[in-house]
């Protein structure tokens, strides 16, 4: 029998910080997704080495707007799964 995976919230959003990282930096996100490091846990796989995007004082708006989308997400999967 095959066992089958879920990515965790936290696994979720770390693949959603790559992808905005390598948006803003206008750069290939398959490195950082194979560099991941993934641990199969009772919430789902995690990323033990999620990516870090450091803002600029001037982007600091657009990072909290960006924190609360991802929350936002974050509430409406927990909501729709039944957790």
Known sequence: MKKTYQLSDQALGAVMMA???S??????????????????TEQ???IKNPPI??????????DNKAKEWVSELLADADRNSGA
Do not use: C, H, T
């Open 44 to 46: 789902g796989l995690i």
């Open 19 to 21: 992808l905005q990282r």
């Open 53 to 62: 995007i450091k803002l600029d004082d001037e982007e600091e708006e657009e």
């Open 23 to 40: 948006l803003m930096e206008q750069s290939d996100i398959v490195p950082v997704l194979k560099s991941f490091v993934i641990e199969d």
